[in-house]
């Protein structure tokens, strides 16, 4: 489960994280958003380049934030999705998102940390974007994901960066919120010990800060 300080980073900053995939930014912080965070917008394409179109499938995404996922996978016609995340403002951001969507799909968001959060029903994909940089236990997590999930998940691991990854690890200690970084040992490691036996690793290219894994049942 990750820190509470987790989820106080990122609700004190929601609606700045939600500019990020929305186009709201100006155009310089846009290129340096394209320039040095390109890993949000490539996990983004990759995740549902392994999901697909979602006719009639039901989709978890843990650590939902703003919407953006969700937003996508009612899109490509999702007819259950639940979201969660810790941050109120974030989930506050999500249910104006949704709202603006035509859809008769189910749409739940719970607040809190998964697998705590709420008993959780299974679905037939999971999303898990932006948060196994919280996570301390992380085989445990991937476990009690694994669990809830009928078909596959995309998860995505941060990765170690000469540069980035020194200036993050600073970052984050000065406004107290956990961060983890993996190699891709580890994370082989981390999905044996969850039970997963099949799997996929990419790694993303271009800033080079994250990986994206697909796991299925």
């Known amino acids: 489960m990750p820190s509470t300080s987790s989820g106080e980073f990122f609700d004190s900053f929601s609606r700045e994280f939600d500019t990020f995939y929305d186009g709201k930014r100006n155009s310089f912080m846009r290129w340096v958003d394209r320039r040095f965070r390109s890993d949000m917008f490539g996990r983004f394409d990759k995740t549902f380049a392994l999901l697909g179109e979602l006719n009639g499938k039901s989709v978890i995404d843990v650590g939902c934030g703003s919407g953006p996922y969700i937003e996508e996978a009612l899109r490509r016609g999702a007819t259950r ?40 029903r299974c679905h037939d994909y999971a999303i898990v974007m932006g948060v196994m940089d919280y996570i301390e236990n992380a085989s445990d997590f991937v476990g009690a994901l694994y669990r809830v999930v009928d078909v596959g998940a995309a998860i995505s691991f941060p990765s170690m960066h000469w540069f980035r990854s020194p200036v993050r690890r600073a970052r984050y200690k000065w406004r107290r919120c956990p961060l983890f970084l993996y190699t891709n040992a580890e994370i082989h490691a981390i999905l044996r010990a969850a039970g997963v036996a099949r799997h996929q690793i990419y790694k993303l290219p271009g800033a080079g800060m994250d990986f994206v894994v697909w796991i299925e049942r």
């Open 81 to 120: 999705v639940t979201g969660i995340d810790a941050a109120p403002s974030m989930l506050n951001l999500a249910r104006r998102r949704i709202a603006d969507q035509t859809t008769t799909a189910e749409v739940t968001l719970l607040e809190g940390y998964f697998p705590t959060v709420a008993p959780i």
